[in-house]
């Protein structure tokens, strides 16, 4: 996809005392720096997909975006040990989070962090749902690393003293096909998308 780089910026040159000219954005950024902002702009005001769901136009555009990171990240390895993190969601077209995030009111709480908390070394997911203040719901998945950029998982709802596997969608893999010091994104088995971040701090059970 080809990026228009005038669109992107204001203006492109203004004076600087003492400096000549600058450009008023960075026009020399590399290409995975510009279709990241693009992205992220892209979804800034989704509500974490939320008001995606109702606005075809916009999820398009998004996925287009989707699919320029993926053409980045296709020859980089996006399942080493730099994977395990606490990551926290920005955007997804998964309907199961969604509805909860969405609905949470009708229960008389507010979703707060969407997490997926991974350790790559113990090959272990959580899939976690937080309602402050203290309000939890999570799904744990074991996980093995299949290619440079492929993770299978089986999942199991989890409570204190229980578990259940999840079929039909117990099993499945998912592929982080962009990833760097900040951001993942990625693509699952059934055709749902995720963009999350790092978060600030690390999760535990």
């Not at 080809?2 to 203004?14: D, H, I, V």
């Not at 609905?103 to 507010?110: D, M, S, V």
């Not at 299978?152 to 893999?173: D, H, M, T």
């Amino acid at each position: 996809m080809a990026l228009a780089l005038s669109s992107a910026c204001p203006p492109p040159l203004r004076r600087i005392r003492r400096a000549g000219f600058r450009t008023s954005c960075s026009i020399f950024a590399n290409p995975a720096q510009r279709s990241k902002r693009k992205l992220l702009e892209l979804i800034s005001e989704e509500d974490r997909g939320v008001r995606t769901q109702k606005d075809a136009t916009k999820r398009d555009a998004i996925v287009d975006a989707i699919e320029s990171m993926a053409v980045i990240g296709r020859s980089s390895i996006t399942t080493g040990e730099s994977l395990s993190s606490t990551w926290r969601l920005l955007w997804t077209t998964e309907k199961e989070q969604l509805f909860i995030i969405e609905k949470a009111g009708l229960f008389g709480t507010t979703a707060g962090d969407v997490l997926q908390v991974i350790d790559v070394n113990k090959r272990i997911l959580n899939n976690v749902i937080t309602f402050p203040p203290d309000g939890v719901f999570f799904v744990r998945s074991d996980i093995e690393i299949a290619s440079p950029q492929r993770v299978n998982f089986s999942a199991v709802l989890r409570a204190k003293n229980w578990e259940i596997p999840l079929p039909p969608f117990g099993k499945g893999w998912f592929e982080n096909v962009y990833m760097d010091a900040e951001i993942r994104v990625a693509k699952d088995i059934r055709g749902d998308y995720l963009i999350v971040d790092r978060a600030p701090y690390n999760w535990t059970e």
